[in-house]
């Protein structure tokens, strides 16, 4: 979150983002309750000072009476001072991350700004030509062809009618080659990432609370987050399932203190994820682009603040380096200040394949640089080299949203007799050339 300090020091510069980011959040509630509360706060801290001053000898009735009167107020002053300091934190938790020079203003899709367009007969497109909205939809490839879900279902790969008699509506099984798909994306990711120094690993997909907030996906997006109910779970604790391995892969370095020398910190892990996706019942909910459950390999990493936006460039890279080996038309756009994710986003990016036979762009995944927000919520610190302590900086990718990235595969690379040629880079890892 915003340091409170930065909040005092530069209010209009704070109200002045809030308005940029679309926030519904008051900035003068939020200096009232902080003010409140550092005068409750140093009333407490007085009467404790006074309490604490043992009287010499044998203290007197009107001593005692004294002491008993000032832990009475103190008392009543730390009851005050509690859901004051509750619902300043909680207004705090809401206040948007500051944003990036580089976020265009806007509400949506029609701001977004196109930063690279990449077809895989041609390479990128020019400069001249990108834009802002569906810009590129002009210059992409179309071609006729079937819906993924009844390609999958021709193909025996894909199956949404048994998933939706065992687990309900938003479910799927992935069968055979799509499975085996699934496998090859990994394997082929993983192995970049190994190279490049990344640390593999199997992390919780089940987390507390102070986990999620830690990251900023609660108190905003507690609404999309699975709760398991408390009677079942040990020592009746409170646990949440994940919709990323993000909160899993920054809580385990929650509360440590690195070394710079030791930054950055680069690691990934293969998640199963879930999602509640409420408010948004009846759009894309035909196959595997908007499911309750679905796999991703994240990449993630921590770092000082003079290379948070290297780091950003550096993994939107190895987005690229991915669609370009599997020979995908995409884009790569800037999320405008009403739509660039959760609150603790200092800029975003987002990938999407374009899927030739519906005409339109999927959104693969997002790339964000969260500057201090999240560190500072989950104490994650680093000393410089001059011994200094300081918040180390946050980036998170999605790497691959595996349903996703199966449906962009499907929609390109399918051929009319109704098969799927698998793209070449997997061919070593799926041991076969098409899909059939």
């Given amino acids: 979150m915003l340091d409170i300090k930065f909040i005092r020091e530069h209010p209009e510069e704070v109200e002045k983002n809030l308005k ?15 003010n409140k509360h550092r005068e409750l706060l140093l009333q407490v801290e007085s009467l404790r000072a006074e309490r604490n001053q043992v009287p010499a000898g044998k203290p007197s009735p009107e001593q005692l009476e004294s002491l008993k009167t000032k832990k009475d107020q103190l008392n009543k002053l730390e009851e005050e001072m509690t859901p004051v300091g509750k619902e300043l934190l909680d207004k705090l938790s809401r206040l948007p991350n500051m944003s ?27 400069k001249d030509k990108l834009g802002k909205g569906a810009n590129a939809v002009q210059y992409m490839p179309k071609k006729i062809g079937k819906h993924h879900v009844d390609l999958g279902k021709d193909l025996d790969i894909i199956d949404i009618e048994q998933s939706a008699i065992t687990s309900g509506s938003r479910f799927a099984y992935l069968k ?10 990994f394997e082929l990711l993983k192995t970049k990432l190994i190279a490049e120094g990344f640390e593999p690993m199997i992390v919780p997909v089940l987390v507390k609370e102070q986990v999620l907030f830690g990251t900023s996906h609660f108190p905003e997006g507690r609404d999309q987050v699975y709760e398991i109910k408390t009677e079942f779970v040990e020592n009746n604790s409170q646990l949440f399932l994940v919709g990323s391995s993000e909160p899993s892969l920054f809580a385990y370095y929650m509360g440590k203190t690195l070394s710079e020398k030791d930054l950055p910190k680069k690691f990934f892990a293969y998640t199963h994820c879930f999602r509640s996706e409420v408010g948004s019942w009846g759009k894309d909910v035909r196959g595997i682009k908007r499911v309750h459950q679905f796999d991703k390999l994240e990449m993630d990493a921590l770092t000082t603040e003079d290379k948070s936006r290297e780091m950003m ?27 660039c994710g959760y609150n603790a986003t200092y800029l975003q990016y987002d990938l999407e394949g374009w899927l030739p036979t519906q005409g339109e762009f999927i959104e693969l995944g997002s790339n964000t640089d969260a500057w201090d927000y999240q560190a500072r919520r989950m104490n994650i610190t680093y000393k410089d080299s001059d011994n200094k302590k300081k918040f180390v900086h946050t980036v998170n990718d999605t790497g691959i949203p595996m349903g996703r990235m199966i449906i962009t ?20 890892y799926m041991g076969k050339d098409k899909i059939t």
Avoid: C
């Fill in 20 to 34: 940029f980011r679309g926030s519904k959040i008051s900035l003068s509630e939020v200096l009232i309750l902080d």
């Fill in 313 to 339: 460039e550096y993994l939107r890279s190895i987005n690229e380096w991915l669609m370009q080996e599997l020979k995908l038309p995409y884009r790569v756009i800037n999320k405008s200040s009403h739509d």
């Fill in 176 to 185: 055979g080659d799509a499975a085996l798909l699934q496998y090859a994306l």
């Fill in 409 to 428: 595969i499907l929609d390109n690379y399918q051929n009319p007799d109704g098969s799927v040629t698998v793209p070449e880079v997997l061919r070593k």
């Fill in 100 to 126: 990036s020079p580089d976020m265009p203003e806007g509400k949506g899709d029609p701001d977004h700004i196109e930063l690279a367009v990449w077809l895989p007969e041609s390479g990128y497109l020019e």
